[in-house]
């Protein structure tokens, strides 16, 4: 069984991003992102309904990573310390080397290739520092901006499942996809 340990807390730079813990002040972006419909239409999870909540998600994240079971980042732009999303591995199955990787950015910075580099910068990490033998994502079918950028950091379609996840009263396609070791380039 893979042993991992987050402990202390790994944060990470890129090129143009700081990746660190996220903190109680990060709520307003948290809230930002995931009380808006626009930004969750893809994602098959309660709308948060304040600040109180968002906190409370910050919270549980933090205790996964203190628990050494899953980690998330707020990830930043150099030079501040305001998050433009978070991003992380979760459903993380140490007795088989593998995680999966999720995502958030706030709408105004899509575009801009920063989940590509982050995602990049993550898989590095995942790879090279904590020795995941493979990564997984899974994503709605119709989020081309998550299929892009995917495909752009290595990953390769795996499994499209037929109305696998229900969720408000519908039933959610998933596509998984994923990318080992091996396969992986900075």
Not at 36 to 56: S, V
Not at 101 to 111: R, S
Not at 158 to 167: G, I, R, S
């Amino acid at each position: 069984m893979l042993s991992i340990n987050f402990n202390p807390f790994p944060n990470l730079e890129s090129e143009r991003l700081v990746f660190r813990r996220l903190k109680d002040s990060d709520a307003p972006e948290v809230f930002k992102l995931r009380s808006n419909p626009e930004n969750m239409k893809y994602i098959p999870r309660p709308l948060l309904q304040n600040e109180d909540e968002a906190i409370a998600m910050i919270q549980m994240m933090n205790t996964k990573i203190d628990e050494n079971t899953d980690i998330n980042w707020g990830v930043c732009l150099k030079g501040t310390d305001t998050i433009i999303g978070f991003m992380g591995f979760y459903r993380t199955q140490p007795e088989n080397h593998r995680t999966e990787i999720g995502y958030m950015i706030l709408p105004e910075f899509n575009g801009m290739g920063f989940v590509t580099e982050a995602v990049k910068t993550m898989l590095d990490f995942a790879f090279n520092s904590v020795g995941f033998h493979s990564v997984d994502a899974v994503i709605d079918p119709d989020n081309i901006g998550s299929e892009k950028v995917l495909i752009k950091s290595g990953f390769r379609k795996e499994a499209h499942f037929l109305e696998d996840e229900y969720f408000e009263g519908k039933f959610w396609d998933s596509v998984h996809y994923g990318i080992l070791k091996r396969e992986f380039t900075k």
